[in-house]
């Protein structure tokens, strides 16, 4: 019988129960066309079924505060509409290309630890390997995007805040964070995520034992740029609002 890690369906499962024997597979043998499409498949869905279950109101709202806010003055019904008008177009437009959005961002992920673990960590790690390193690292967002698809499906309407700061699932520490908690506080709350911690693990393990590396090495690299995109939110967080 072949080992999980044989196959490139056998490692969506691999590298979550036994990622090290996963990942040095994957050092041996790169694939990646699977995890990105599962991945992508399930990321769609969510965000689909998430943007069409938005509250109106809430969406209103918050396109009549944006209104105010630029212009510096109240916003007229007329001015609303429009600005509706043009939401909800962006938005039908704009949720089909998530799976697009999705493989650049994945493909970028990988330039990073492609070139950290090169330049800072002496590596000769091939873009390939790094890229399939960090989608099937990447899967326990499979996980928590398959997890929250019921919670979507047995709501009828969802509120914005809760889709905007992916607190579905109830999986990070700002989905408890009380009503009052700024914006940029929020945000990073909700860093601190369950799954967001499960991937760092698995990209530390991973990377290790692809890049030929130390844990220490491997960690370094992993945590810092996890902490960059961190502080990036929260600081966007803090700029728009």
Do not use: C
Request: hydrophobic share 55%; charged share 15%; aromatic share 8%.
């Amino acid at each position: 019988m072949a080992a999980l890690e044989d196959s490139s369906f056998g490692r969506l499962i691999g590298a979550l129960v036994s990622p090290a024997k996963t990942f040095r597979s994957i050092a041996e043998r790169p694939s990646w066309g699977v995890a990105l499409v599962a991945l992508l498949i399930v990321s769609t869905a969510v965000g689909v079924l998430a943007n069409q279950r938005i509250d109106k109101n809430d969406l209103r709202q918050m396109v009549q505060e944006r209104i105010e806010k630029s212009r510096g003055g109240q916003a007229t019904p007329e001015q609303v509409e429009q600005a509706m008008a043009f939401t909800e177009k962006a938005n039908a437009v704009g949720r089909w290309l998530i799976p697009v959005v999705g493989a650049v961002v994945y493909l970028l992920i990988a330039l990073l630890f492609f070139m950290a673990f090169r330049f800072f960590a002496g590596s000769e790690i091939p873009y390939k390997t790094s890229f399939a390193v960090t989608l099937h690292g990447f899967l326990p967002v499979l996980v928590g995007g398959l997890l929250t698809l019921p919670v979507i499906l047995s709501r009828g309407h969802i509120n914005l805040k809760d889709a905007q700061s992916g607190n579905l699932l109830a999986s990070n520490l700002g989905a408890f964070a009380p009503e009052s908690l700024g914006t940029a506080a929020r945000s990073l709350l909700s860093s601190l995520d369950l799954f967001s911690l499960w991937t760092i693990v698995l990209l530390i393990i991973g990377y290790r034992i692809a890049a030929k590396v130390s844990t220490a090495a491997a960690t370094t690299v992993v945590v810092v740029l996890w902490a960059l995109y961190v502080a990036a939110k929260v600081g966007l967080s803090a700029l728009f609002t």
